[in-house]
């Protein structure tokens, strides 16, 4: 055998190697993240978490909370995205804290959300609070209130507070 030959068996058996670990260690299980999700679904998630969270998608980890409720983590940050459905199709709806972090003049991780109904979300954080309302349209999270200063804490007696 030529030394030109076992060189590039050597190479496209190290190389394959390399790909089979990797490929496992990458591979998540979608069944475990929820009735909705799929590959071409969590990359999507990946995609706009590492935007989000200005985070290489090689540094983000998922966390499945349940009711398709989603935690990003990287980059000394997080990210909570739901996947909603309807007829087939989905959307990721963002995280809200990274609009209030713009509306409260606030940083993303001093702002608590707290779930008022279905489409309707409170954020609080550095002394202020508002209201926020989805978008039928695309799942984007619009201001439906003045921002107004914070009296008393966060209180949710209808919904949960997400705390991350």
């Known amino acids: 055998m030529s030394k030109r030959l076992a060189i590039a068996l050597c190479l496209a058996a190290a190389s394959s190697a390399c790909v089979t670990e990797g490929s496992q260690s990458a591979r998540p299980d979608y069944s475990a993240m929820g009735p909705s999700m799929n590959a071409r679904r969590y990359a999507s998630l990946q995609k706009l978490a590492s935007r989000d969270l200005n985070c290489p998608v090689e540094r983000l980890q998922h966390e499945y909370l349940g009711e398709n409720q989603h935690v990003m983590r990287g980059c000394e940050t997080n990210g909570l995205y739901e996947l909603r459905c309807m007829m ?71 919904g949960k507070t997400t705390d991350l």
């Open 88 to 158: 087939g199709s989905c959307v990721w709806i963002p995280d809200l804290r990274a609009r209030a972090a713009f509306d409260l003049g606030c940083a993303r991780t001093e702002i608590k959300v707290s779930v008022i109904g279905p489409s309707t979300r409170g954020a609080a954080g550095c002394g202020k609070r508002a209201t926020y309302q989805m978008s039928p349209v695309d799942g984007s999270w619009i201001l439906n209130s003045p921002v107004i200063a914070d009296q008393a804490p966060i209180s949710n007696e209808t």
